[in-house]
C-alpha cells in the first residue's frame, strides 16, 4: 500500500503529464499530422501510393476477415454516420446544460462534412475496386467517415480536457473517444470502401480542422474553462 507522500507524489506527476499534455500536446499532434498529410499527399500526386494501400490491404486487413467481424465492422463504420451522430446530438442537448454544446458540435460537423466534400471533389480519386463488403458511393480521398469521427468525437475530447476536473476520468473517457476515432477508420479499410492513405488523410486533415476550430471558434462559443486546483506541495498535511 502507498504511503500518503508516496500518493501525493503520484498525483503531482499525474497532473504534470496531464498540463503537458493540455498545452503542449495538440502542437505536437498537429506538426505531426502537418508531416504525415505532406508526405500523404506528395506520394498521391506522384501515384506511388496504389502499391502501399494494396499491401497494407492484402497482408494485414484482408487476413482478419471474418463474418462475425464483418458485422462488427459494419456496427462499428455506424458511429460516424450522419444518423447515428444526429441521435448523439440530441443526447448531448438532452444531458448537458444549455444549448452551446450540441450547437458548437453541430456546427463543427456541418463545417468538417462540407469540407470533406469539397477535399474529395478537388481530388477526385475512385474508390477501391474488387474487395468491397458494402456499397458505397462517391470519391474516396479522403475517408469522409474519418474526417467526421476525428472532428466529431475529438471536439468531445477537447470539452472533456477543458471541463472534467478529475484527471483519471478525463484519460479514460477520453480514451474512449480515441477508440472509437481509431476503429471508425479501420472499419473502412477492412470494409474495402478506402484506401490507407484516404484513412490517414482523412484523420490529419480532420485533426488540423479540429485545431483551428476548437482554437478559433469553440473557445469563444463555449462558456469558460473552470479552473483547475493545484495539486497539493508533497509532505503537505491536512
Given amino acids: 500500500m502507498a504511503s500518503p507522500s508516496q500518493s501525493t507524489h503520484l498525483r503531482e506527476r499525474a497532473h504534470r503529464v ?11 499532434l498537429a506538426v505531426v ?9 506528395q506520394r498521391l500526386v ?14 494485414f486487413v484482408h487476413p482478419l476477415q471474418s463474418e462475425w467481424l464483418t458485422s462488427a465492422m459494419i456496427a462499428i463504420t455506424n458511429l460516424a454516420a450522419i444518423p447515428t451522430l444526429l441521435v448523439v446530438l440530441l443526447v448531448l442537448a438532452a444531458l448537458v446544460p444549455g444549448w452551446k454544446p450540441a450547437t458548437c458540435a453541430l456546427v463543427n460537423l456541418l463545417l468538417v462534412v ?8 478537388i481530388v477526385q480519386r475512385p474508390r477501391p475496386e474488387g474487395y468491397r463488403l458494402i456499397a458505397e458511393q462517391g470519391f474516396s480521398f479522403p475517408s469522409g467517415h474519418s474526417m467526421v469521427a476525428m472532428a466529431f468525437y475529438g471536439l468531445f475530447i477537447w470539452m472533456i ?9 478525463k ?6 473517444f480515441v477508440a472509437i476515432i481509431l476503429l471508425v477508420g479501420f472499419s473502412r479499410i477492412y470494409l474495402g470502401v478506402h484506401y490507407f492513405s484516404d484513412v490517414l488523410a482523412g484523420w490529419c486533415v480532420s485533426y488540423l480542422w479540429l485545431v483551428f476550430f476548437t482554437q478559433v471558434v469553440a473557445k469563444r462559443f463555449m462558456p469558460p474553462a473552470p479552473e483547475h486546483p493545484s495539486p497539493p506541495a508533497a509532505g503537505a498535511r491536512g
Fill in 46 to 59: 506522384e501515384g506511388e501510393l496504389v502499391r502501399l494501400d494494396s499491401t497494407i490491404y492484402w497482408n
Fill in 18 to 28: 496531464t498540463d503537458f499534455a493540455r498545452r503542449y500536446g495538440w502542437i505536437i
Fill in 171 to 176: 484519460w479514460l473517457k477520453s480514451a474512449g
Fill in 33 to 41: 499530422a502537418s508531416v504525415l498529410l505532406f508526405v500523404v499527399v
Fill in 114 to 121: 462540407c469540407l470533406n466534400e469539397l477535399l474529395k471533389q
Fill in 161 to 169: 480536457w477543458r471541463y472534467e476536473t478529475d484527471a483519471r476520468l
